[in-house]
Structure formats: C-alpha cells, structure tokens
T-cell receptor, first 112, second 113 residues
Framework: QKEVEQNSGPLSVPEGAIASLNCTYSDRGSQSFFWYRQYSGKSPELIMSIYSNGDKEDGRFTAQLNKASQYVSLLIRDSQPSDSATYLCAVNFSGNTGKLIFGQGTTLQVKP | ETGVTQSPTHLIKTRGQQVTLRCSSQSGHNTVSWYQQALGQGPQFIFQYYREEENGRGNFPPRFSGLQFPNYSSELNVNALELDDSALYLC????????????FGPGTRLTVL
C-alpha cells in the first residue's frame, strides 16, 4: 500500500514566524512531489513542486526533499494570517501514470 | 484561477440515482484526472484520461466511469449512487502524462440523500 503521511495538526504559529510542514511517503522510487494549499470550501491550489533532492525556494515558500529518508517538507517564512489553510502533500509514485497520492493534510493556523 | 472549469458547482441526488459531472481542462492540457475528496481527507484518485483513453484507475468500483472528448474535456459518471458518494469531486488537468503538475478546478460538491 503506497502511502503519504502528514500530521493533521492543527499547527499554530504566530504571525511572522516560520511554519514547518512535514510529509513522509512509503515508495522509495517516487519521482515527483507537490504541495497544495486548500482553503476551507475551496479546491486545492498548487504552490510548490519538487523533483530532486535539496531545497527549492519560491518567494516565502521553500520545499525540501530528502529521498533517502523519504521525507518532504514545506517551510513558510514570515507567516501571515492569510496562510491559514490546509496544506496537502502529494506524491507521484513510480510508474507511468500521473496518479497522485495525497496525505490527509495539515491544518495551519497563523495567529495575528 | 487555473483555467480548469467544472459543472455543476453543487448537486443533490438521492440514493440509487445516476449523476454526470463535467470538466473542461486548461488550454494546452491533454490529461485529465478525477479525484474524490471526503470531508477532512485528502483527495483520492479515481481515474485519469490521456488522449481519450483511460490511463490508470484507483480503488473505485465500476459504477464510477468516465469519458474524455477530442477537445480533452471530460465527464465523470456515477451510477447507483450511495450515501458514501457524498463528497467534493475534483478534476485536475496537466500538460502531459506522468510526473507533471496537476491543476485543479473548483470542484463539484455532491450530496446524496
């Protein structure tokens, strides 16, 4: 059973702090990793994709991938109340389909 | 806005009925995937269509079926609706097949009574 695990939270951080969201996955052969943000009542919005080991930065967001440890994380710097949402980790496991396996999501609360 | 559209936005059906949900993919995208998202859970993969052919299916019964049309738009059909089919149904399009970024539409909220 291919799985993606996330802590459901809620993760609560003060405004301006760094929020750290973590995700582990079961298939060592996985190639593609994605972070989606989902506001309550809305659909998931792609915010980061990462394909190779290391860090990838985009504005206030940094995705980190460690394939040896089967671990991917998302850092949000200078967190804002508008970042309060559920963050979904998604993995495209090895194979020739585009099937994404999602974690259950981590709820982030940024307090003013 | 991703350019992916879905209709209808909301739908209420009764148990045993049939439903068709529609999705228009983003311009230039030839791959459409469908997901079911129950409340408080991550989306679950139903199936994917690439150039009008089914390419991969998740753990859903045959009463979940789909189509992709030459313009790459897609339909999801669910027969013999059950109460547990109540969920947000999401369509995602991507420019190619495997490993690529998928962009979600706004979803269709289905309620089965």
């Amino acid at each position: 059973q291919k799985e993606v695990e996330q802590n459901s939270g809620p993760l609560s951080v003060p405004e301006g702090a760094i929020a750290s969201l973590n995700c582990t996955y079961s298939d060592r052969g996985s190639q593609s990793f994605f972070w989606y943000r989902q506001y309550s009542g809305k659909s998931p919005e792609l915010i980061m994709s990462i394909y190779s080991n290391g860090d990838k930065e985009d504005g206030r967001f940094t995705a980190q991938l460690n394939k040896a440890s089967q671990y991917v994380s998302l850092l949000i710097r200078d967190s804002q109340p508008s970042d309060s949402a559920t963050y979904l980790c998604a993995v495209n496991f090895s194979g020739n389909t585009g099937k994404l396996i999602f974690g259950q999501g981590t709820t982030l609360q940024v307090k003013p | 806005e991703t350019g992916v559209t879905q209709s209808p936005t909301h739908l209420i059906k009764t148990r045993g009925q049939q439903v068709t949900l529609r999705c228009s993919s983003q311009s230039g995208h030839n791959t459409v995937s469908w997901y079911q998202q129950a409340l408080g859970q991550g989306p679950q993969f139903i199936f994917q269509y690439y150039r009008e052919e089914e390419n991969g299916r998740g753990n859903f019964p045959p009463r979940f079926s789909g189509l992709q049309f030459p313009n790459y738009s897609s339909e999801l059909n669910v027969n013999a609706l059950e109460l547990d089919d109540s969920a947000l149904y999401l369509c995602a399009s991507s420019p190619r097949l495997a490993g690529n970024e998928q962009f979600f539409g706004p979803g269709t909220r289905l309620t089965v009574l």
